[in-house]
């Protein structure tokens, strides 16, 4: 046999056998999904159960903890004058934007038209605002 014929050949079923090995790799993903499921649909199942047991005992429906945020209003819009204010009044003369609940758009409005005496700062979803003067 011609080498190049042989090297075809090597080619071809080493790319057999990697498509051989993605369909197998595929294969054991979805059992272990399917595991996994079927794990967490029996741990909900023992949940209830115990719930059930605890409701039998004591005769109430046993506590659930579940995280909610704290309801919160509008954002407020400020005047730069009141924004001042309250700056002014801050340690560092800086205020935390989501904190204080103040509209970011509105903040970033009043910042760009007055960087002589604004600045934001923070770190991605938490930013400030700093009086310069």
Same mark, same amino acid.
């Given at each position: 046999m011609f080498p190049e014929a042989l090297a075809m050949t090597t080619d071809l079923s080493a790319l057999k056998r990697i498509e051989e090995l993605k369909t197998q790799i595929a294969k054991l993903e979805a059992d272990a999904i399917r595991e996994l499921r079927l794990k967490r &649909?029996? *741990? #909900?199942? &023992? *949940? #209830?159960? %115990?719930? !059930? #047991?605890?409701e039998a005992l004591t005769g109430s429906q046993p506590e659930t903890k579940s995280r909610k945020r704290a309801e919160r209003g509008p954002a407020r819009s400020l005047p730069l004058q009141e924004l001042k204010d309250l700056l002014t009044n801050a340690p560092e003369k800086t205020v935390n934007i989501r904190k204080e609940n103040l509209d970011l758009r @509105?903040?970033? %409005?009043? %910042? &760009? !038209? @007055?960087?002589?005496l604004l600045k934001l700062g923070g770190n991605g979803p938490w930013p400030t605002v700093t009086l310069l003067k």
């Open positions: &649909e029996a *741990l #909900q199942a &023992e *949940l #209830q159960s %115990v719930d !059930a #047991q605890l @509105n903040i970033k %409005v009043l %910042v &760009e !038209a @007055n960087p002589h």
